[in-house]
């Protein structure tokens, strides 16, 4: 099977869709855990004339405003104490030894989807395919998404490409795009197989584009064109064998009723007269077996005399 080198669009596309880093961020709880011990050292500053009230209302501030954090409700935040692992908390409001503690993480436990591709990726007949798909995942152990893997997310996105690419390697074109059902439920059970130490699980897979280049498109066109025009002809064969049993059996009906077969003749005859200035012909060996003489015959003499008056009424 060959290999490639995941290209810088590649990885883009895999990263577009992943949860944002675990930046600081503020909280009004911890805004007012700040001002108030500050306000009141400014309160004591101004009473006493003095600067350390103000100074160790600061200090005070930047200290209780390390404790209180806010998750939101589909997250959890990861705690370490001096390093170690403590716990989860969240969601809501919970509160931190200053200075000791510290959130590591945010854990998005809701549903992520994570758009990935696989460029120029040959299938197990050599044919170069670009193929884009889309991972709908989440994190349903917050605990080994933070402690077992180093970026959760990225490394989901790595595992759903070179699945993807891993799968495409050994599947022929033809089952590539006809049966896209069961090649995405493989996907997602390689890729949950390799994500779930990890506290991820797969919800699913849908692949949304095969791209197979264009030369290889119009043979595939003619060829199907070519099939289409074989079954239109045997179609019509069909039709034509179908035809002639018919036939057959129509005259064994006219064999042994030589009435029906001469009402036939009339029908015959008439259908064609129908039409002015028709021209019919007939095998001799119907005029003989379905004495087809006398109604010849007539059918001429008529034929004749719309023919006359045809004439006589473009004189005039």
Do not use: C
């Not at 390697?169 to 995405?184: C, D, N, V």
């Not at 021209?279 to 060996?285: A, R, V, Y």
């Amino acid at each position: 099977m060959a290999r490639f080198k995941l290209t810088d669009t590649e990885m883009t596309r895999g990263r577009s869709n992943l949860p944002a880093s675990n930046a600081p961020r503020a909280n009004v709880v911890s805004v007012a855990s700040f001002l108030a011990p500050f306000i009141l050292g400014l309160i004591i500053t101004a009473l006493m004339k003095s600067p350390f009230g103000a100074i160790i209302g600061f200090f005070i501030g930047i200290f209780l405003a390390q404790a209180p954090r806010i998750a939101k409700q589909w997250e959890k935040g990861v705690v370490l104490r001096l390093g170690r692992y403590t716990g989860l908390k969240g969601p809501g409001l919970f509160w931190l030894v200053p200075f000791v503690d510290s959130v590591s993480a945010w854990i998005d436990q809701r549903i992520i989807t994570t758009s990935f591709a696989a460029e120029q990726t040959l299938t197990s007949d050599t044919v170069p395919v670009n193929v884009d798909a889309v991972l709908f995942w989440l994190v349903y152990d917050p605990e080994k998404a933070a402690l077992e893997v180093q970026d959760y997310a990225q490394a989901v996105s790595w595992a759903a490409q070179t699945a993807l690419r891993d799968i495409i390697g050994r599947t022929s074109l033809t089952e590539l795009l006809r049966g896209r059902e069961q090649i995405e439920e493989e996907l997602q059970k390689l890729i949950d197989e390799r994500s779930t130490p990890w506290g991820v699980t797969v919800q699913s897979v849908e692949m949304r584009d095969v791209v197979i280049p264009d030369a290889l498109q119009d043979a595939m066109s003619r060829e199907a064109q070519a099939a289409r025009e074989k079954q239109a002809r045997i179609i019509l064969g069909q039709a034509e064998v179908e035809i002639a049993q018919l036939f057959d059996k129509a005259s064994d009906s006219y064999r042994d009723n030589p009435t029906a077969l001469h009402l036939r003749a009339m029908n015959m005859l008439y259908e064609g007269l129908k039409e002015k200035g028709a021209l019919m012909l007939i095998p001799s060996s119907a005029v003989e077996s379905m004495g087809m003489g006398g109604f010849l015959g007539a059918a001429a003499l008529r034929q004749k005399q719309l023919t006359g008056s045809g004439a006589e009424s473009d004189a005039s």
